[in-house]
């Protein structure tokens, strides 16, 4: 059972600020959210991972609304390394359980 | 950060066979993972291995197919036994720190014919 849906794919322009939206309508309270991402023939790479509140790190920022049923994470400045899928996991904080889904397999173009 | 090797970085086998694959982190761990992910597919837990006690498995995954060693706190084996096509996959360990952030190794490659 899915928790967390994201588009199969999308393109963005390198330079540019790539969006990538999640929706979790069923999140529970003690639940985080994770971003991964997996460049082609490479383990996954752990992102960035949120509650509530908006964070950002060298890498990304993530929003979450304030419902918290969807978030955004960000990518200020797309470059072609960051073609990959990128994964958004709900987990609970202690619960080491990453359940991946199918992800956003996102390309970016010159 | 947690670095992570793993060996072999791929194999091809033929059935009926068993291959091992090791996971070497280079700091003390808890908890160590091994997922696997088929051809086209996303990642699935095979099991949780913990120092000291019998490893985790996940539903669908059983030991005598996919048995597992942590002998210490860096280091894993996942064998692959009795080995068919369905087997061929990348597999995958991790592990998690303090900051409840995983991290995963490069995968071992595996084909089986």
């Known amino acids: 059972d899915a928790k967390t849906t994201q588009p199969p794919s999308m393109d963005c322009a390198e330079g540019r600020a790539a969006n990538l939206p999640c929706n979790h309508s069923t999140i529970s309270g003690n639940e985080y959210v994770y971003w991964y991402r997996q460049i082609h023939s490479q383990g996954p790479q752990y992102i960035i991972h949120g509650l509530k509140n908006n964070e950002t790190n060298e890498m990304a920022s993530l929003i979450i609304t304030e419902d918290r049923k969807s978030s955004t994470l960000i990518l200020p400045h797309a470059t072609l390394r960051d073609t990959a899928v990128y994964y958004c996991i709900v987990r609970v904080f202690n619960d080491y359980k990453l359940s991946f889904g199918a992800g956003t397999t996102v390309t970016v173009r010159a | 950060s947690a670095v992570i090797s793993q060996k072999p970085s791929r194999d091809i086998c033929q059935r009926g066979t068993s291959l091992t694959i090791q996971c070497q982190v280079d700091?003390?761990?808890?908890?160590m993972f091994w997922y696997r992910q088929q051809p086209g597919q996303s990642l699935t837990l095979i099991a949780t291995?913990?120092?000291?006690?019998?490893?985790?498995?996940e539903s669908g995954f059983v030991i005598d197919k996919f048995p597992i060693s942590r002998p210490n706190l860096t280091f894993s084996t996942l064998t692959v036994s009795n080995m068919s096509p369905e087997d061929s996959s990348i597999y995958l360990c991790?592990?998690?720190?303090?900051?409840?952030?995983?991290?995963f190794g490069p995968g071992t490659r595996l084909t089986v014919t």
């Open positions: 291995a913990n120092q000291g006690s019998e490893a985790t498995y």
């Open positions: 700091s003390q761990v808890t908890m």
């Open positions: 991790s592990v998690e720190d303090l900051k409840y952030e995983q991290y």
